[in-house]
């Protein structure tokens, strides 16, 4: 039981999320960005992957649209 809960703890760590495929994206002040709601247009970030970095710049904010 402590092994199943030690290897989802591991799985959950940040760094293996990104080997996993996943990105995270930094804002402009520097910090987690978790929404696409608090982006403006020309704002600077920066994409974390798991083998470095990318910074890019917000180009347009695409809302999802709300579920029926």
Same mark, same amino acid.
């Given at each position: 039981?402590?092994?199943?809960? !030690?290897?989802? =703890?591991a799985a959950a760590h940040p760094q293996q999320v990104l080997r996993r495929g996943y990105a995270w994206v930094l804002g402009p002040?520097?910090?987690?960005?978790?929404? !696409?709601?608090? =982006?403006q247009p020309g704002d600077a970030v920066e994409a974390v992957f798991a083998d470095g970095r990318a910074a890019a710049q917000v180009t347009a904010i695409m809302p999802v649209p709300p579920e029926h």
């Open positions: 039981r402590f092994e199943v809960l !030690a290897d989802r =703890l002040t520097g910090h987690p960005v978790m929404s !696409a709601g608090v =982006l």
